[in-house]
């Protein structure tokens, strides 16, 4: 009977040996799961953070990367101030009786280029290049656009288009969209950032 007490003991220890080594990798198991889990975790946090400091570098973007009204308003100021402050106006409307319509023409140009010197080469800010049609930089264009406005404004509170024909009124706009197009690009970069 000893030897079978003896056994019975050996057999025990056996199994309960077997229990702890089974409770044991059920433990290691786990730990591995809960390893894995955390680092997938651990790296979800990662790309959380990322995208946190993307859309905070997105959102502290500089003005200068997109177009609003407060750039139209300040085009339209300092292209107001560049053709009036010096009466730039009168003078473009008696220097326009002698342009051709070629000249005119260049002088458009000209102005259009002289902005987006101005504007995109200068320096003075980063300026992000938005396009319309994939080729006209929108920024320069909007620009561009308030300042001849502004300019037929001027000519037209002043009395110079009452009785002049829209090939007058062609050149007389062309002749003072220098001063105009100078004077909205600079008003366009003076402000924050």
Avoid: C, W
Avoid at 165 to 172: D, F, H, N, V
Avoid at 178 to 185: D, L, R, V
């Amino acid at each position: 009977m000893a030897k079978k007490k003896v056994s019975k003991k050996k057999t025990s220890k056996k199994d309960s040996l077997k229990k702890v080594e089974n409770k044991l990798n059920k433990i290691l198991k786990y730990e591995k799961a809960q390893s894995k889990s955390d680092k997938k975790q651990s790296r979800q946090e990662k790309d959380v953070e990322e995208d946190i400091e993307k859309i905070k570098k997105d959102l502290e973007g500089s003005p200068l990367r997109k177009i609003t009204t407060k750039d139209f308003g300040k085009a339209l100021i300092g292209a107001f101030i560049g053709v009036v402050s010096h009466f730039a106006f009168l003078e473009g409307a008696h220097l326009s009786e002698n342009l051709s319509v070629t000249r005119a023409t260049a002088l458009l140009v000209t102005a259009y280029i002289l902005g987006m010197i101005f504007i995109y080469a200068a320096g003075f800010k980063k300026v992000k290049q938005i396009r319309i049609l994939s080729f006209i930089p929108a920024r320069i264009t909007v620009i561009y656009v308030v300042s001849l406005a502004v300019v037929y404004f001027v000519l037209f509170i002043f009395g110079l288009t009452e009785h002049a024909t829209s090939i007058e009124i062609y050149k007389q706009v062309a002749a003072v969209s220098i001063p105009a197009i100078i004077g909205a690009s600079a008003a366009d970069l003076i402000g924050e950032r």
